[in-house]
């Protein structure tokens, strides 16, 4: 059973920074593709980032040149470091895993954590 646990959000004002962690346990292969999701209330998760098993990274236009995912397998964990955080990225944030990123949003097919809350003032 694979449990995915996410830390280190917060409060903080804009133009700050904050780094989201999620450790993962069970068994959860390293080439899985990870990725972290954002989620407001009454709206759909949006994709943030994205780490394939290749090393390959991809992220939401929005977050470009602010966020960056990374991960540390020797430690199973998971980060997304996030610089000049405005209040438009004020959200539940998940970390996620599956066989394949094309299945990432599709909960039947991949592992999502409990979310950790990230609040960004102006």
């Known amino acids: 059973q694979v449990q995915l646990v996410e830390s280190g959000g917060g409060s903080v004002q804009a133009g700050g920074s904050l780094t989201l962690s999620c450790v993962a346990s069970?068994?959860?292969?390293?080439?899985?593709?990870r990725g972290w999701f954002r989620q407001v209330p009454g709206k759909e998760p949006e994709e943030v980032a994205r780490?394939?098993?290749?090393?390959?990274?991809s992220y939401a236009d929005s977050v470009k040149g602010r966020f960056t995912i990374s991960k540390d397998n020797a430690k199973n964990t998971l980060y997304l470091q996030m610089n000049s955080l405005k209040p438009e990225d004020t959200a539940m944030y998940y970390c996620?895993?599956?066989?394949?990123?094309?299945?990432?949003?599709?909960?039947?097919?991949?592992?999502w954590g409990q979310g950790t809350q990230v609040t960004v003032s102006s």
């Open positions: 780490l394939d098993d290749d090393g390959s990274t």
């Open positions: 996620t895993a599956a066989a394949d990123c094309g299945w990432l949003l599709l909960r039947s097919y991949s592992y």
């Open positions: 069970g068994s959860l292969y390293h080439d899985y593709c």
